[in-house]
């Protein structure tokens, strides 16, 4: 395991290339501002829609990737070289993103090949969480003290389940596999209602 200067240099790594993706995000936006043609801020906005849609749309879902991030390395002190790896592959699939996203606006979102693309982005992303969250299960010494053994699966193993199913969706109804990607907001409550399932199955059990 390493730990303090190397943990933290991988850290800012992670956060500078998310930055970098994030950035990259709105490149396209800047060049719909063609000086030679003479449009209102409305048409403009109206003209492009499918790109601020895509943008605004690739910021949250990378926000919210950052977020699944930032919510597993926080507890952590040290890492190793399957960490390493599951981060290596977490940060590609965010490099990816401003490509796929770029596609998205081009086709508005409802072709087959490029919801796919993107989607499946988003699920190699949240899958290599939920495989850095089994790594961290598999060796708490990665943990600081006073947090070691609280980091759980079953949240981002769920948003791993709707970011597959919302890929399989998009091949098959590619105008509804973008929309359910906002079953991601109820992830939370899908995790707790599962917790209560297993919780209940449990006492029946223990029950004579």
């Given amino acids: 395991m390493d730990t303090q200067r190397g943990f933290e240099r991988l850290v800012n790594f992670s956060d500078a290339v998310v930055a970098i993706a994030a950035t990259l995000l709105v490149l396209p936006l800047v060049e719909i501002v063609a000086p ?19 943008f605004v749309l690739g910021f949250l879902v990378i926000y919210q990737l950052w977020l699944l991030h930032h919510g597993l390395f926080r507890n952590l002190r040290g890492y190793d070289s399957a ?27 409802f072709e087959r090949g490029t919801a796919a693309l993107y989607i499946g982005t988003i699920a190699v992303a949240v899958a290599m969480i939920t495989a850095a969250r089994i790594v ?18 079953l949240p981002s193993a769920v948003a791993t389940g709707i970011a597959f199913a919302a890929l399989a969706l998009s091949l098959l109804f590619p105008a509804v596999g973008i ?25 029946s059990e223990r029950v004579p």
């Fill in 83 to 109: 960490l390493i790896w599951t981060n290596f592959v977490w940060l590609l699939s965010i490099v990816f993103l401003p490509f796929a996203t770029k596609l998205l606006a081009r086709g508005e979102g």
């Fill in 36 to 54: 030679e043609r003479d449009l209102s801020v409305r048409e403009l906005l109206a003209e492009h829609r499918s790109d601020l849609f895509a």
């Fill in 136 to 153: 961290v299960v598999r060796h708490p010494e990665l943990e600081f003290d006073d947090a070691r053994g609280s980091t759980r699966v």
């Fill in 179 to 203: 929309w359910f990607l906002v079953a991601f907001a109820f992830s939370g409550v899908i995790t707790d209602l599962i917790r209560r399932v297993v919780s209940s199955r449990r006492g």
